[in-house]
């Protein structure tokens, strides 16, 4: 599906016309998948938009790009503001965000230290990731025979661009085979996410999730997920899993920012079934917060 063209991107602290956003071909990440990004939201509230989680979502953008020898150039506050004035340049309520800091045009080889570094922040209205149908009746996920990067070989705490080639074999794998989303194992059979989501099972009244020591990326949401659950009084741990949990799991859920909260109806032809009453309780509760219907988590929205 085309993305919906909006007025401006914000391209190394300028607002450009939309089809002005433009890289040349011999772009170091074009080549080598040398950039960072982030996916984050921002919501229609009584108040006006707001975006969820923006401050910690642009620390995750910077602690990636520090870990790959990238100095963007920005602090954490000035990327923040730069997302808060794309938003309101392209007078947007609500709309999915997408930050991304690369390695430019300069040079060539492997060794990106020597290319420069562009930040780009760009908007658009985008509905969830799945799909609405999705929401309400869940998903129907396989585990792919493609196995999550390994956290010495292509660390998941690092949101890079390169990474997600993983991510894009796993989905269409899944995708061919008839599933709407896939699960990746890790190197040693556990379980760790989904191609762009974490991942929830509800066995026994309590919430499992994998740990980030199994290679997942320490998702946002996820973190939401888990405190929002922990203050309903529920019991999150994480644990590791193998794919047989996922088979006895009573409930099921997947979740990120572009997903947002997912049901998951059947997993390898195992059915599940239509989302249970914890997947439905704590998908209420997340869409209520990130709507602004409540007060108790109003520091996780930030005004535009």
Known sequence: MALPKVDKIWMDGTLVDWDAAQVHVLTH??????GVFEGIRCYETADGPAVFRLT??????????????????????????????????????????????????????????????????????????LG?????????????????????????????TGNYLNSSLARVEANRHGYNEAILLNEQGNVCEGTGENLFIVK?????????????????????????ARDKGYEVLERSMVRTDLYAAQEMFMCGTAAEVVPVRAVDGRVIGEPGPITKE???????????????????????
């Open 132 to 160: 609405e149908e999705a929401l309400e009746h869940g998903v129907e996920v396989g585990v792919s025979s493609w196995r999550q990067r390994g956290t010495n070989a292509l660390p998941p705490s690092i949101k890079a």
């Open 204 to 228: 026994g009244g309590r919430l499992l999730t994998p740990p980030v020591s199994d290679g997942i990326l320490e998702g946002i949401t996820r973190d939401s997920l888990m405190t929002i």
């Open 29 to 34: 990440a074009l080549h080598y998948g040398s």
């Open 282 to 304: 704590l998908q209420d509760a997340f869409f209520a917060v990130v709507r602004g219907e409540n007060g108790d988590y109003g520091d996780w929205l930030e005004p535009v």
């Open 56 to 129: 910690e979502h642009m620390e995750r953008f910077e602690r990636s790009a520090r870990m790959l020898l990238m100095d963007l150039g920005y602090s954490v506050d000035q990327t923040v503001e730069a997302v808060k004035e794309t938003i309101s340049a392209n007078k947007l309520d609500s709309c999915y965000i997408r930050p991304i800091a690369f390695r430019g045009y300069g040079v060539m080889g492997l060794d990106p230290i020597p290319a420069p570094v562009n930040v780009v922040i760009a908007v658009w209205p985008w509905g969830t990731y």
